[in-house]
């Protein structure tokens, strides 16, 4: 059974960090794209950024390229995205996903003072 | 960018009556390797998305055969034979032929 478990959402204050993970089980990690969708309060998906399973192959969208960062760490079956410069606008459930297949349950992030 | 646009916003439908959504893409989502990759998710009230439907007509597995996809080049449909209690929720398009990937604003269905 496929499993997406993600960690590291919380409170942070404008202009913070934060480190999401996804823990990945149930499938061959390391073959396929892995995705960050995020979802605001009340609001619909938004895609956030993906990775490639080959080296050096990542997307990110304008609202956080720059800012953001996705890496996976394929012997341990985890996907990551390091976020920096948060802002209000960010605050949302941050889902991951494998090639938008399998969905986690979602990390609450919320960037508030 | 690709702009996924939905219709209806909102679908009221009777248990057992059929429901039809519709997604608009703004420019084909043919892919280059001749897959169209459009899918098809569901929401319910309080939960993650789940995929149904994949390449526009493909059902995902444990998928009951009432949903179906269809449509071709920027047109596509999600139809629901009849609608049980357990399809409420919202549903949405998206595209992954090209980065970014982009999603329909959702469409609420709700038992009349």
């Known amino acids: 059974e496929v499993q997406l478990l993600e960690s590291g959402g919380g409170l942070v204050q404008p202009g913070g960090s934060l480190r999401l993970s996804c823990a990945a089980s149930?499938?061959?990690?390391?073959?396929?794209?892995m995705s960050w969708v995020r979802q605001a309060p009340g609001e619909g998906l938004e895609w956030v950024s993906s990775l490639g399973t080959s080296v050096g192959k990542t997307y990110y969208s304008d609202s956080v390229r720059g800012r953001f960062t996705i890496s996976r760490d394929n012997s341990k079956n985890t996907l990551y995205l390091q976020m920096n410069s948060l802002r209000a606008e960010d605050t949302a459930v941050y889902y991951c996903?494998?090639?938008?297949?399998?969905w986690g349950q979602g990390t609450l992030v919320t960037v508030s003072s | 960018d690709i702009v996924m646009t939905q219709t209806p916003l909102s679908s009221p439908v009777t248990l057992g009556q059929p429901a039809s959504i519709s997604c608009r893409s703004s420019q084909s989502l043919v892919h280059s390797d001749g897959n169209t990759y459009l899918s098809w998710l569901q929401q319910r009230p309080g939960q993650p998305p789940r995929l149904l439907i994949y390449k526009i007509s493909n059902r995902f597995s444990g998928v009951p055969d009432r949903f179906s996809g269809s449509g071709a080049g920027t047109d596509f449909t999600l139809k629901i034979s009849r609608v049980e209690a357990e399809d409420v929720g919202i549903y949405y398009c998206?595209?992954?032929?090209?980065?970014?990937?982009?999603f329909g604003g959702g469409t609420k269905v709700e038992i009349k």
């Open positions: 149930g499938f061959t990690f390391s073959s396929y794209v």
């Open positions: 998206m595209q992954a032929s090209q980065f970014p990937l982009t």
């Open positions: 996903a494998n090639s938008v297949i399998s």
